[in-house]
């Protein structure tokens, strides 16, 4: 099955591990500067607002607003079967954090709609945090 | 910003430009498109391949400097670069040699891209289109992107069009009218891929959807061939076989919240729709003392239609949001005021990544495009958005 082709992330980097370390407990974290609280996504170790370099990963609930999206008609990649969309969502209470996500088919969006995380396994059983429309 | 000292305005010219045929798939290696642009570049200098001292490339070329020097067998090398990221690079290329010249690195320098975009790597199925196993890491950002399904510059731009379409109420057609300006300077244009393919508005609305809401007719070709410029000072630039076209100022810039990696982490910028042309524009017009209302025909990084929507607004051709009825209003037309893409652009002459587009406006500015813009004395070149890039004013010099 064409699922089995996509591609899992790297989950060892040592900027962005701390992602799919939380997201395996289906935690969506967000690395914040333990000084100031700057939202530092992609996720990095310099806090550029403060020039500190204590970082944590701060969780946060898994809720955002659609900000974007894109209906793919096209397979650009083995394992992912067209037609699909990407949503693109700004975290809740991450403000200005976006974050992308895969739907299957042409579900109906709206720019501005509620849209939450579910923890959904890739290929290799890595979790993804992937946004749904909060109904 | 004080302009004065090291001021670079009109001290270089383009003496030389060339190019190849360009096709799906061109039978030869990049190396063979690379030599015959360059060859085609330096004797439309009137130079010999002993003049050029100093070579710059697009970091995504799979040529090096000292590729292209053996093969031209160059025994003057002082100087070489790179440039980028891909798109980005044509503007940068320019803005190097010039440092090389000024400084007195090189005399003549020798820019260039070559790929075999079709029948080779199709960078729209994304730079990690090879990887197996996992993907991301080592400040790539890919693990948030490629794992979701976005692997596409493509899905990029799609995502930021729907973002205008929302904002600004952006429609459709007018996309369209790019594609199809776009299209009408190609039918006229002998080397451009889509020479003989007419297309009007319906056609582009019939065109198939790709990523929603981008059509085909909306993406740039792939294509095979390659683009070469000799970049000397003025005052040998005045000597060579051509008139004289100068470059009246270049900048490189970013956009303020600058995010990593290639594409899909530009959806992350406290506003995507902000683009470094925003930048460029003002950095580029002070530089060069003049304003969007001097310029007279522009050549413009088009990898999508979108791409070139919002640079009518960043580089003041229109206010913010007014890029779409700016499209459909006749302005970019030949007779229009800002005529643009005159050669056909990424859209439909060929995709040589920002290179052509240079090509293209030193043509204009000696009379001998193939939609010529009567008296044209300003061209703005701009190079591929959307991370951090380029952009150029050349005029006419006398």
Redesign the interface.
């Known amino acids: 099955m064409s699922y089995a082709e996509?591609?899992?992330?790297?989950?060892?980097?040592y900027?962005?591990a701390g992602?799919?370390a939380a997201a395996s407990e289906k935690k969506l974290a967000v690395r914040t500067c333990s000084d100031c609280g700057q939202s530092l996504?992609?996720p990095?170790a310099y806090c550029h607002s403060c020039g500190g370099w204590e970082t944590e990963w701060k969780v946060v609930p898994p809720t955002a607003t659609l900000?974007?999206?894109?209906?793919?008609?096209?397979e650009?990649?083995a394992g992912?079967k067209p037609p699909?969309t990407?949503v693109?969502v700004e975290v809740d209470e991450a403000p200005?954090?976006?974050?992308?996500?895969?739907l299957p088919g042409r579900p109906h969006l709206k720019?501005g709609m509620a849209m939450h995380a579910r923890f959904e396994p890739?290929a290799?059983g890595?979790l993804?945090p992937?946004w749904y429309p909060t109904p | 910003m004080k302009q004065g000292e090291y001021s670079h305005q009109d001290k270089c010219g383009i003496a030389g430009v060339g190019w190849t045929k360009f096709s799906k798939n061109s039978g030869r290696s990049v190396l063979s498109l690379a030599t015959e642009a360059s060859l085609n570049a330096i004797r439309d200098a009137g130079l010999q391949p002993d003049d050029i001292d100093g070579i710059v490339r697009c970091d995504f070329d799979v040529v090096a400097h000292n590729d292209l020097a053996n093969s031209l067998n160059l025994s003057n090398l002082t100087y070489w670069g790179y440039s980028g990221a891909g798109g980005a690079a044509p503007a940068g290329m320019v803005a190097q040699a010039i440092g090389a010249i000024l400084s007195g690195q090189a005399k003549t320098v020798l820019a260039f891209r070559s790929l075999n975009g079709r029948s080779g790597f199709r960078l729209g199925k994304g730079r990690t289109q090879a990887s197996s196993g996992a993907i991301g890491g080592n400040g790539s950002y890919e693990e948030f992107f490629v794992p979701f399904g976005m692997v596409s510059p493509g899905q990029v731009w799609a995502m930021l069009a729907q973002r205008h379409m929302h904002q600004f109420g952006t429609k459709p057609e007018d996309l369209g009218h790019i594609a199809v300006t776009s299209r009408e300077r190609a039918n006229s244009n002998p080397n451009a891929q889509m020479h003989g393919r007419t297309m009007t508005l319906d056609d582009y609305l019939a065109s198939p959807m790709i990523s929603s809401p981008l059509r085909l007719a909306d993406y740039c070709l792939e294509t095979d061939g390659a683009c070469a410029l000799v970049v000397t000072s003025a005052e040998r630039a005045a000597d060579t076989a051509k008139p004289p076209v100068l470059i009246r100022a270049v900048a490189q810039g970013a956009v303020t919240g600058i995010q990593p990696g290639m594409v899909g982490p530009v959806l992350s910028r406290p506003d995507p729709m902000t683009l470094p042309s925003v930048n460029i524009a003002k950095t580029l017009y002070a530089r060069a003392g003049l304003g969007p209302q001097d310029i007279d025909v522009a050549q413009l990084y088009d990898c999508f239609t979108i791409t070139v929507l919002v640079q009518f607004e960043d580089y003041g051709f229109c206010a913010r949001g007014e890029g779409g009825p700016f499209a459909a209003s006749g302005a970019i037309k030949m007779g229009g005021s800002l005529p643009i893409n005159t050669s056909g652009g990424n859209l439909s002459e060929g995709y040589i990544h920002g290179m052509s587009h240079i090509v293209e406006g030193v043509l204009q500015l000696r009379g001998e495009s193939t939609s010529q813009v009567e008296g044209a004395e300003t061209c703005l070149v701009t190079s591929g958005l959307p991370v951090a890039t380029g952009a150029m004013i050349l005029r006419r010099g006398s």
Do not use: S
Request: glycine share 4%.
């Open positions: 996509r591609p899992p992330p790297v989950t060892t980097d900027d962005t992602f799919w996504h992609m990095k900000y974007t999206w894109t209906t793919t008609e096209r650009l990649r992912f699909y990407i693109c200005g954090v976006r974050m992308v996500g895969y720019v890739t290799d890595t993804l992937q």
